[in-house]
T-cell receptor, first 113, second 115 residues
């Protein structure tokens, strides 16, 4: 069963605008969340993370928001750049499960010039 | 800094053959993970090691799959005999410590095709 869900398989956004990627999870034991970015023919690259004790974490153009009551997190990219075109994976982990990562199916972001 | 190195990048072989995938983790990292990515199941964890010791192999799909880590700088994932449904991209990742404060770093993967 898919414990981490990214319901939007794709997202198209104009350069300079905001990209918002969403992720939902079902396991209330998850206490650490990550976003990875993946280019074709490369491995996923860590982007940003957030622990369950926070509701926001920011790193440059990337901000992750966590809503524990809704079991929902989102990644905001502002402003979007052509180099942001990639597949973005949401991942979650639980301390009680030795922090094994569960990944969502990914969202393909296309930034239009 | 050298990242996680996987070889080969591509492997095409016939059903029934033995396949060996290789991984060199980042120097100093004490955790090593093997993942498989397919269209149907996405990215799924197969097995992981801590200090060269297998900790959890519950994701290994069948006995045809085995993994070893003879030393801190090398790991293999073997499939014997291989089947067409094993076709996927296999990723190796390493981390320093658990994900709580250290994210996993992935290699570029091995694209495996079983004919």
């Amino acid at each position: 069963d898919q414990q981490v869900k990214q319901n939007s398989p794709s997202l198209s956004v104009q350069e300079g605008r905001i990209s918002i990627l969403n992720c939902d999870y079902t396991n209330s034991m998850f206490d650490y969340f990550l976003w990875y970015k993946k280019y074709p023919a490369e491995g996923p690259t860590f982007l940003i993370s957030i622990s369950s004790i926070k509701d926001k974490n920011e790193d440059g153009r990337f901000t992750v928001f966590l809503n524990k009551s809704a079991k929902h997190l989102s990644l905001h990219i502002v402003p979007s750049q052509p180099g942001d075109s990639a597949v973005y994976f949401c991942a979650a982990a639980a301390r009680v499960n030795d922090y094994k990562l569960s990944f969502g199916a990914g969202t393909t972001v296309t930034v239009r010039a | 800094d050298a990242g996680v190195i996987q070889s080969p990048r591509h492997e095409v072989t016939e059903m029934g053959q033995e396949v060996t995938l290789r991984c060199k983790p980042i120097s100093g990292h004490d955790y090593l993970f093997w993942y498989r990515q397919t269209m149907m199941r996405g990215l799924e964890l197969l097995i992981y090691f801590n200090n060269n010791v297998p900790i959890d192999d519950s994701g290994m799909p069948e006995d045809r799959f085995s993994a070893k880590m003879p030393n801190a700088s090398f790991s293999t994932l073997k499939i014997q005999p291989s089947e067409p449904r094993d076709s996927a991209v296999y990723f190796c990742a390493s981390s320093l410590g658990r994900v709580g404060n250290q994210p996993q770093h992935f290699g570029d993967g091995t694209r495996l095709s079983i004919l």
